[in-house]
């Protein structure tokens, strides 16, 4: 059965701060990995990953996946209040189209 | 280009009563998946369909859900005879095509469940 574990589970830090989150995964026939960044409603998409070693980036944020180690990471530079949310990391395979979504870290930055 | 629309929002349903969800994918996407968020837990896979057909139901319940996706209209996620534990959000995710690595997962803002 597919895995994926977010670390850590909730986090505070302060405007300005830069912040890690971390995703581990086990999947058969890994295909791709993906971010989503969830407030009250919709979770958003922000990257999908397939290959490792290649960063992606959009403004902010930026994501790394490391298909050895089983591993990706998201970051966030200079962090704002907006973007408070939880992160949720999900895998997909080569047998389905099924997401496998870990528990999600949530972030909560203060002013 | 409207992103993946449901309906409704909210619904309260007491125990016995039948939940129908609807998801509008995105313009252009054929495949559509649902999903279930339990109060303080993550996204569960439920059922994947395309227009027509089921491709993976392993998620879904055995009893008292079903889901279609008919060549004309919305995609329907079906719960008979609601019980409490049914009570959650409901997301719907719809994506392109998925030959290749082009397997985004786009949701709509769900429909909250409760059953009283």
């Known amino acids: 059965e597919d895995k994926v574990v977010q670390s850590p589970l909730s986090l505070v830090v302060h405007e300005g701060d830069t912040v890690t989150l971390n995703c581990s995964y086990e999947v058969t026939n890994f295909r791709s990995l993906l971010w989503y960044k969830q407030e009250k409603k919709a979770p958003t998409f922000l990257f999908m990953l397939?290959?490792?070693?290649i960063e992606k980036k959009s403004g902010r944020l930026s994501s790394i996946l490391d298909k050895k180690e089983l591993f990706s990471i998201l970051n966030i530079t200079a962090t704002q209040t907006g973007d408070s949310a939880v992160y949720l990391c999900?895998?997909?395979?080569?047998?389905?189209?099924?997401?496998?979504f870990g528990g999600g870290t949530r972030l909560m930055v203060k002013p | 280009n409207a992103g993946v629309m449901q309906n409704p929002r909210h619904l309260v349903r007491r125990r016995g009563q039948e939940a129908r969800l609807r998801c509008s994918p995105m313009?252009?996407?054929?495949?559509v998946y649902w999903y279930r968020q339990l109060p303080e837990e993550g996204l569960k896979f439920m059922v994947y369909l395309q227009k027509e057909n089921i491709i993976d139901e392993s998620g879904m319940p055995k009893e008292r859900f079903s889901a279609e996706f008919p060549k004309e209209g919305p995609s329907i996620l079906r719960i008979q005879q609601v019980v409490r534990g049914d009570s959650a959000a409901y997301f719907c995710?719809?994506?392109?095509?998925?030959?290749?690595?082009?397997?985004?997962?786009?949701f709509g803002p769900g429909t909250r469940l409760t059953v009283l």
């Open positions: 995710a719809s994506s392109p095509w998925t030959s290749g690595n082009r397997n985004e997962q786009f």
């Open positions: 313009k252009g996407h054929s495949h």
């Open positions: 999900a895998v997909s395979n080569n047998a389905g189209n099924m997401l496998t």
């Open positions: 397939t290959s490792s070693g």
